[in-house]
């Protein structure tokens, strides 16, 4: 077995072992230490939260006194604490008014995106389509996060790339790319990474 399937396969018992139902907690672990994206009482939006994995560290980290809100179009396969609010919608659909009285008067702390589309095996589609879903996590962003607040989206790396780190650099004082090391080495996805939202309000879709 090569050292690559050997450092995955990993990743996957470890999460097996710690009671994650997918190896991507360890992508947002990584994340977290390198920024220190969360803290005790923030309010976060969960975007793409099936299967729950993300949600679960995200949950622990903000304790009983800060708010989840998991969305996604797949329900949970986990049980959460009481400071989760799971939505089954589809984001692309979402209606930003369910969400935003969530945080209160002051907007959430971070939206976090981890969606995916499904693969069709065609790289060109697969990349638009990630793109499509990075738009719409980053318009959420732009109108559920306080000022200051923070995000993370994935997406596939293809020719609209930095279109999209570009937004993220027009919207947040820092951007960073982070690929972690639990993604596995055929795949082509990536976390643009936006610090201190500049301002608060919609944005104008990039698509």
């Not at 939006?45 to 797949?74: E, F, H, Q």
Request: hydrophobic share 35%.
């Amino acid at each position: 077995m090569c050292a690559e399937r050997r450092r995955q396969d990993h990743f996957a018992r470890r999460a097996k072992q710690e009671n994650y139902p997918a190896r991507s907690i360890y992508k947002l672990e990584e994340i977290d230490k390198r920024i220190h994206l969360f803290r005790r009482g923030d309010k976060v939006v969960d975007l793409g939260a099936s299967p729950g994995s993300w949600t679960l560290y995200i949950s622990d980290k903000v304790g009983s006194t800060g708010l989840v809100v998991a969305i996604d179009r797949n329900p949970l396969t986990v049980g959460v604490p009481g400071h989760v609010t799971y939505l089954q919608a589809n984001a692309l659909e979402l209606d930003v008014g369910a969400v935003r009285p969530m945080s209160g008067d002051q907007g959430f702390d971070a939206v976090v995106s981890d969606m995916a589309p499904r693969t069709s095996g065609n790289k060109f589609v697969d990349q638009s389509r990630s793109f499509e879903l990075f738009v719409r996590a980053l318009e959420l962003g732009a109108e559920l996060l306080r000022p200051g607040g923070h995000f993370v989206g994935k997406i596939f790396q293809g020719e609209d790339f930095e279109k999209a780190r570009d937004r993220v650099r027009q919207l947040f004082a820092t951007c960073k790319i982070i690929r972690p090391r639990s993604v596995r080495s055929e795949s082509y996805e990536i976390y643009v990474v936006g610090l201190g939202r500049k301002q608060s309000g919609p944005i104008p879709r990039i698509m």
